[in-house]
């Protein structure tokens, strides 16, 4: 057959794909390991770099906080201040010679700190703010200081706009605390120290832009102190991500959209807040562009060169290999005359040839074996179409005697004799034509006439035959058989007389056969040996049963050791004769009596 073109490759190609993987495959491997391990080296030095700035700006962002809070020492620790904080001011004067004292004390603390936008105290005697238009009662109305009020002692409050603060309104977060009296632990008011919020977003977006990779700021309760985006609300990812980061998480492997990342979390410790980096794989991937380039362009060339040296020595050792296809197809389009050149280079192509040239001259003497045995077979049809004459001959010859032994009186020798015929005239048919069930039952009925002839009516045959069954057609020689074995492997051996019962009724889209007897009957074992059911000569029948109606018309043997033998089967309802392949070929029906 001819090799499909796509499906099927060459021996020239197959070699020189094998040499090139065999060659190439080694070196691009090698290309391959020192590409990973330089991608490898790259990623863990940016992951060093990123984690050694993130933790330079969480160091920073603490010194800020530090120092703000060495800066609020001058308040906090201040006994006079503290004292005046802690008595109700007697008249308006002293309040006002109160206030301006801490005012004074909140001026130079913003002086000594100019990220510091703002100092409010808001107590029980007094409300003074670093600013002369703070308006306590919309600072009280932020949740986060409601919240404050309520639970700590100390904290940071998210990222606001300090609009309670006229022409202020600048973003800002607070540090904010609870003041005791000077005698007793009782809280005497708020401390907040409004931090400008640039300070932070400077460091972050410095870092940011050093190492090009996204920061956020969180603080302990998720809210965000920094975002690129200039937003400080949080979506549902930047919530999950701070769950992952507050359980304790430190490199958290990310992915959004086609883009792969490494978020690295760093915690500054006196606001609690968490720093997360997000450190882009492609763009760390993007540093070891170049050499990955000279790799890739050293490794193209090899590939080249490899596949031209391939080609160069593939064809050289398919050359001859491609001469013996050619001669191959011309022997495949009859052209049997042709032979290979038997000098060849290489050893294995001359075994090949010789060997070629061996089987087509094979193959000229099996053609002329196969002319000859097809006029043996010509001849052997005609001497069969000539033996055809011989059984019709017989049945004269025996009808003749029949007509004879009328003449002369003997009856039950002219029973026996068209009993013979019958049983010749339809076993003369091909074994496996369809008949009418009636002609089968004649036929057994001609069979177990001849028996009891034989053994002097040793037997009887009951007959129960539904007559609607009779015009169905069945396989020829299914009841002959099961007769024989019920008279020679059940009766014969038995003491007494006889009984076979033959029963065919129709039933449905089924007929059922059944054929039992009296006799010795059959033990379980022998019931189960396959070889016993061979010898009882049904194995044919069950086999016959099996191909033409499948596996539910098989035989099924029910037996007793001295109770007889009962063997039944149904097969299809069949109303016409189904045409056999030789019939089909000549379109014609032989079936039913020919």
């Known amino acids: 057959m001819k090799m499909k073109k796509g499906k099927k490759k060459s021996l020239f190609y197959k070699i020189c794909a094998a040499m090139i993987l065999t060659g190439m495959l080694p070196l691009i491997l090698i290309n391959g390991i020192w590409l990973h391990n330089t991608s490898n080296i790259v990623y863990k030095n940016e992951i060093q770099t990123a984690s050694s700035m993130l933790y330079q700006l969480s160091m920073r962002m603490e010194n800020i906080m530090n120092f703000v809070n060495t800066c609020s020492y001058s308040f906090l620790f201040d006994t006079k201040a503290r004292a005046i904080l802690s008595a109700k001011p007697k008249s308006e004067e002293e309040r006002e010679k109160n206030e301006t004292y801490i005012k004074n004390i909140f001026s130079q603390i913003k002086k000594n700190n100019t990220m510091i936008r703002s100092l409010e105290f808001?107590?029980?005697?007094?409300?003074?703010s670093s600013e002369d238009t703070a308006d306590f009662e919309m600072l009280q109305q932020y949740d986060w200081y409601q919240d404050f009020v309520d639970y700590y002692l100390e904290g940071f409050s998210p990222v606001y706009c300090n609009s309670y603060i006229e022409r202020m309104n600048t973003p800002v977060f607070g540090w904010i605390r609870k003041v005791a009296y000077a005698k007793t632990s009782d809280v005497a008011g708020n401390f907040l120290i409004e931090i400008a919020y640039s300070s932070i977003r400077s460091l972050a977006e410095e870092i940011q832009d050093d190492m090009g990779n996204s920061i956020l700021v969180f603080d302990?309760?998720?809210?965000?102190?920094?975002h690129p985006e200039g937003r400080f609300s949080t979506n549902e990812e930047e919530k999950k991500l701070f769950q992952r980061i507050k359980s304790g998480e430190n490199e958290i492997a990310l992915s959004g959209g086609r883009e792969k990342y490494t978020c690295l979390v760093t915690r500054v410790s006196t606001p609690q807040w968490y720093i997360a980096m997000f450190v882009n794989e492609k763009q760390l991937m993007a540093y070891g562009k170049q050499s990955t380039m000279q790799s890739m362009i050293l490794g193209i060339l090899i590939l080249i060169a490899g596949i031209v040296l391939a080609y160069m020595i593939s064809r050289h050792i398919t050359r001859p290999v491609k001469q013996l296809a050619e001669t191959m197809e011309l022997v495949e389009k009859n052209y049997l005359d042709v032979s290979v050149p038997t000098d060849q280079k290489i050893?294995?192509?001359?075994?090949?040839?010789?060997?070629?040239?061996?089987?087509?001259?094979?193959?000229?003497q099996l053609l002329e074996d196969v002319r000859a045995e097809e006029q043996e077979k010509k001849a052997l049809e005609i001497k069969m179409l000539q033996a055809q004459i011989n059984p019709h001959f017989l049945y004269n010859i025996l009808n003749v005697i029949r007509w004879k032994a009328m003449m002369h009186g003997e009856k039950s020798i002219s029973n026996m004799i068209v009993s013979l015929i019958k049983l010749l005239e339809f076993s003369g048919k091909r074994v496996n034509t369809f008949v009418p069930i009636e002609k089968e039952l004649e036929h057994v009925s001609s069979y177990l006439d001849l028996i009891k002839s034989q053994y002097q009516d040793d037997f009887d045959v009951i007959y129960e035959v539904d007559p609607e069954a009779l015009p169905c057609y069945t396989v020829k020689f299914l009841l002959q058989p099961l007769a024989e074995n019920a008279v020679f492997h059940g009766l014969e051996p038995m003491e007494g007389k006889g009984k076979i019962f033959?029963?065919?009724?129709?039933a449905e889209n089924w007929i059922h056969f059944q054929v039992k007897d009296n006799g010795v009957g059959m033990s379980e074992e022998m019931q189960r040996n396959q070889s016993a059911f061979r010898g009882l000569g049904i194995y044919n029948v069950n086999e016959r049963l099996k191909k033409h109606f499948g596996e539910a018309s098989m035989l099924n043997?029910?037996?007793?050791?001295g109770e007889g033998t009962k063997i039944f089967f149904k097969i299809p309802v069949i109303t016409e004769a189904p045409l056999e392949e030789g019939e089909k070929e000549n379109g014609t029906d032989t079936a039913g009596g020919r």
């Open 347 to 364: 050893v294995e192509l001359e075994i090949l040839s010789k060997g070629f040239n061996n089987m087509l001259s094979h193959i000229q």
């Open 122 to 128: 808001d107590g029980k005697y007094y409300q003074i």
């Open 502 to 506: 033959i029963g065919i009724k129709k």
């Open 557 to 561: 043997i029910e037996s007793q050791p």
């Open 220 to 226: 302990k309760k998720g809210n965000l102190i920094f």
